[in-house]
């Protein structure tokens, strides 16, 4: 059942180690991530505590690909964690003062989260359940879905419209304090979350109105005037106090891509700026000290703004951080690493089905020059 993907009629060389790690990753996430619990960093195959524990921000890499290859039902199971957890959450953003429900970092099964020093201000798995609500309701566009993730969205967005911190003076609101994916410090104003957050305030907005609801007043009112994403030169930046994000601080998550690539257009977004900086990142970031998820991830912002060679070779490039062992599993952790698994599997889905928008032709993220030939089937468009 599910997806498949054929590359063997590729001349390209490579296309069979992209079909091996393609192949192997739909088995090792089947196996290590359909569980009863989010899965860890590392599934199975460790004990450490914080690489054995689940991360909520890492929910999203995990699970997401489950949807596009259609398996959604292989995630039913983890992530039913939101509804065991939402107390916990509702609890958390009381303790801060805001509403709704603060999404954990780094947790157990009884939900609370573990103690490191930035559990707190790591805020990109804050909009994560509106997006898994949302790839439902792509596969299943019913009354019972949109019931099913009715409070688990607005809980959300209540927190996600509180957090944001008002300007009286300009009436500007803006995230911090917050650390953005790339984890290099605590800032204000990073350009992932400040996408990721404009992103799920309008689609929950969206889901009010299928309810047949009217729409949240707060919600428009601090999405409309969340602050602009930080540009320098024409590119975006970590965060609007990071100027030195393409010289000191060029490794890590690359939080630029993250504007154009996972998520759909949104606006606020500059579609050529987004391209500027997805070249930009390509040409200076340090690939080694980077993880798993952060090649994929380029891949889906350069097939987005219609660099797919780049795209191809971000999957296959040869660093440490995008290795494959014998079993097809991502070492880009350092360690056993799913999300690197489950980030190859959404990109290749969303390379090969397309997503919403997408030049109209088979596999619009692979070159259309010949040297990738790609069969597919029962995989699903992305957003």
Same mark, same amino acid.
């Given at each position: 059942?599910?997806?498949?993907?054929?590359?063997?009629?590729?001349?390209?060389? /490579?296309?069979?180690?992209?079909?091996?790690?393609?192949?192997?990753?739909?088995?090792?996430?089947?196996?290590?991530?359909?569980?009863?619990?989010?899965?860890?960093?590392?599934?199975?195959?460790? =004990?450490?505590?914080?690489?054995?524990?689940?991360?909520?921000?890492?929910?999203?890499?995990?699970?997401?690909?489950?949807? @596009?290859?259609?398996?959604?039902?292989?995630?039913?199971?983890?992530?039913?964690?939101?509804? /065991?957890?939402?107390?916990?959450?509702?609890?958390?953003?009381?303790?801060?003062?805001?509403?709704?429900?603060?999404?954990?970092?780094?947790?157990?099964?009884?939900?609370?989260?573990?103690?490191?020093?930035?559990?707190?201000?790591?805020?990109?798995?804050?909009?994560?359940?509106?997006?898994?609500?949302?790839?439902?309701?792509?596969?299943?566009?019913?009354?019972?879905?949109?019931?099913?993730?009715?409070?688990?969205?607005?809980?959300?967005?209540?927190?996600?419209?509180?957090?944001? =911190?008002?300007?009286?003076?300009?009436?500007?609101?803006?995230?911090?304090?917050?650390?953005?994916?790339?984890?290099?410090?605590?800032?204000?104003?990073?350009?992932?979350?400040?996408?990721?957050?404009?992103?799920?305030?309008?689609?929950?907005?969206?889901?009010?109105?299928? @309810?047949?609801?009217?729409?949240?007043?707060?919600?428009?009112?601090?999405?409309?005037?969340?602050?602009?994403?930080?540009?320098?030169?024409?590119?975006?930046?970590?965060?609007?106090?990071? =100027?030195?994000?393409?010289?000191?601080?060029?490794?890590?998550?690359?939080?630029?891509?993250?504007?154009?690539?996972?998520?759909?257009?949104?606006?606020? !977004?500059?579609?050529?700026?987004?391209?500027?900086?997805?070249?930009?990142?390509?040409?200076?970031?340090?690939?080694?000290?980077?993880?798993?998820?952060?090649?994929?991830?380029?891949?889906?912002?350069?097939?987005?703004?219609?660099?797919?060679?780049?795209?191809?070779?971000?999957?296959?490039?040869?660093?440490?951080?995008?290795?494959?062992?014998?079993?097809?599993?991502?070492?880009?952790?350092?360690?056993?690493?799913?999300?690197?698994?489950?980030?190859?599997?959404?990109? !290749?889905?969303?390379?090969?089905?397309?997503?919403?928008?997408?030049?109209?032709?088979?596999?619009?993220?692979?070159?259309?020059?010949?040297?990738?030939?790609?069969?597919?089937?029962? @995989?699903?468009?992305?957003?």
């Amino acid at each position: 059942t599910g997806g498949a993907i054929d590359l063997s009629g590729s001349s390209d060389p /490579r296309w069979k180690e992209l079909e091996r790690r393609i192949v192997l990753s739909q088995y090792n996430t089947a196996a290590q991530s359909a569980g009863s619990w989010p899965p860890a960093e590392a599934g199975l195959m460790d =004990t450490d505590p914080w690489r054995g524990a689940f991360h909520m921000e890492m929910v999203m890499w995990h699970l997401a690909h489950f949807a @596009l290859w259609d398996r959604v039902d292989l995630a039913e199971k983890p992530l039913s964690c939101y509804w /065991r957890f939402l107390p916990i959450a509702q609890e958390l953003a009381r303790q801060f003062d805001y509403k709704g429900a603060k999404w954990g970092k780094w947790c157990g099964p009884e939900g609370r989260t573990g103690p490191w020093a930035y559990s707190y201000v790591l805020s990109w798995q804050q909009p994560h359940p509106i997006f898994f609500a949302e790839l439902e309701y792509r596969l299943k566009p019913t009354r019972e879905t949109l019931e099913k993730w009715r409070e688990i969205v607005f809980e959300t967005a209540d927190y996600m419209a509180d957090f944001p =911190t008002l300007d009286e003076s300009t009436g500007i609101y803006s995230l911090q304090p917050i650390m953005p994916v790339s984890e290099q410090g605590v800032t204000k104003n990073t350009v992932y979350e400040l996408t990721y957050w404009r992103w799920g305030l309008d689609t929950a907005q969206l889901w009010r109105e299928r @309810l047949g609801l009217p729409r949240e007043p707060h919600w428009d009112e601090v999405r409309t005037h969340l602050a602009p994403l930080p540009v320098m030169d024409g590119l975006y930046l970590h965060s609007e106090e990071w =100027t030195d994000t393409y010289t000191a601080r060029a490794w890590e998550h690359p939080n630029p891509v993250g504007a154009l690539g996972m998520l759909p257009p949104v606006e606020g !977004v500059d579609r050529e700026t987004a391209h500027r900086s997805l070249l930009e990142v390509w040409r200076v970031w340090d690939w080694t000290k980077t993880w798993g998820t952060d090649l994929p991830w380029t891949a889906m912002s350069a097939a987005r703004v219609g660099e797919q060679k780049i795209a191809v070779d971000a999957l296959l490039l040869d660093v440490n951080t995008n290795a494959y062992d014998t079993r097809g599993i991502n070492l880009g952790g350092p360690c056993p690493y799913l999300p690197g698994n489950a980030a190859l599997l959404y990109t !290749v889905a969303m390379m090969a089905a397309g997503w919403d928008g997408a030049p109209d032709r088979n596999a619009p993220g692979f070159p259309d020059d010949g040297s990738w030939v790609v069969k597919w089937e029962g @995989l699903k468009r992305a957003p």
